[in-house]
């Protein structure tokens, strides 16, 4: 329930924030590190209550890829695709 919460709050606030409109100062470094944050704080919360920060972990990645993904720009979804990818490969 931690995971799948974090998840959606993550896919609301990358639809209605914008976070993309900051790409001429930022680039697609201020959403690459929002989407960590959000990849990383499900886990910490559930640990910290007590509960599965894996299962929270597994909850959140699947909802984060079905709704959040496709609310990133073009160049934040390259990069989060690229690094995803060279995590899971180490």
Do not use: Q, W
Not at 41 to 65: D, H, R, Y
Request: glycine share 8%.
């Amino acid at each position: 329930l931690v995971g799948l919460g974090l998840g959606c709050l993550s896919s609301l606030l990358f639809k209605h924030v914008r976070f993309y409109m900051h790409t001429d100062k930022h680039g697609p470094k201020l959403e690459l590190a929002v989407f960590l944050v959000f990849c990383y704080a499900p886990f910490l919360l559930a640990e910290s209550a007590g509960l599965s920060g894996i299962v929270a972990i597994l909850f959140t990645g699947t909802s984060m890829k079905r709704y959040t993904y496709n609310n990133l720009s073009e160049p934040a979804k390259d990069t989060v695709s690229t690094l995803v990818s060279l995590l899971a490969h180490i």
